[in-house]
């Protein structure tokens, strides 16, 4: 597949990010949006120096605090998923983590709002969507588990750390209409999309997944 990069971007992208979004295309994405902005974004900006050879490859790294940056196929897939029914114009994501999600997110999307309870790694996040002069985002320091009540309803919620179950003041913070893209779990987890209908929640189950766990709360 010959992915086309072009955008105000475009002079941060790499041979490697093509051949990543490559990749991905040939293991089921088919989004051509999602593929172009995996192919121009720097994901070697997104992990520690010393992981820096490791960045274009299809897996998960460490980032510190007991976290990690997301395989690139999840990224992909759920970001894809997002899309399905067209493009919400605001996304709620709960754990900023490393920053990647929120930047492929933030050139797909009008706003994204993040949540990161590790105030650490909110700092650095902040900072490379800077890099990347992405300024579409805005972020807070909390408990992922309570979404962003004041900047409700949301179109989509994407959260990037499994909880055992589904919090209810994510699904209340969903539109008429939207989707929450979630991994549950603890020892197996799946990756689910829930769709609201008024007062009703429609549940597809999409495939097994590994997440960090969804912890309750937020450290300074």
Known sequence: MNIRVGSRISGKSTRSGVILAQK????GISNQRVLQVIARTPRHI???????????????????????????????KMSELLLD???PASILE?????????????QLTQK?????????LQWQAKRRLQLMDLHNVSMKHGDGWKGWHSKAPF??????????EVPQALLDQLTDGGRLIIPVGEQTQVLKIITRDGDQYHEKQIEAVRFVPLVPGAVS
């Not at 991905?24 to 293991?27: F, K, M, P, T």
């Not at 709960?94 to 933030?106: F, H, K, R, V, W």
């Not at 179109?155 to 055992?164: G, K, L, Q, R």
Request: hydrophobic share 45%; net charge negative.
């Open 94 to 106: 709960i754990g900023t983590g490393s920053g990647y999600q929120t930047a492929i997110l933030a």
């Open 155 to 164: 179109e989509a919620i994407i959260v990037t750390a499994a909880p055992n």
């Open 24 to 27: 991905l295309h040939a293991e």
């Open 112 to 120: 994204v709002f993040s949540v990161e309870r590790i105030k650490a």
């Open 85 to 87: 029914d067209g493009m």
């Open 46 to 76: 997104f992990v520690p120096e010393i992981l820096a050879h490791k960045a274009y490859d299809n897996t998960a790294l460490p980032i510190g605090q007991g976290q990690t940056i997301s395989q690139p196929y999840i990224v992909a």
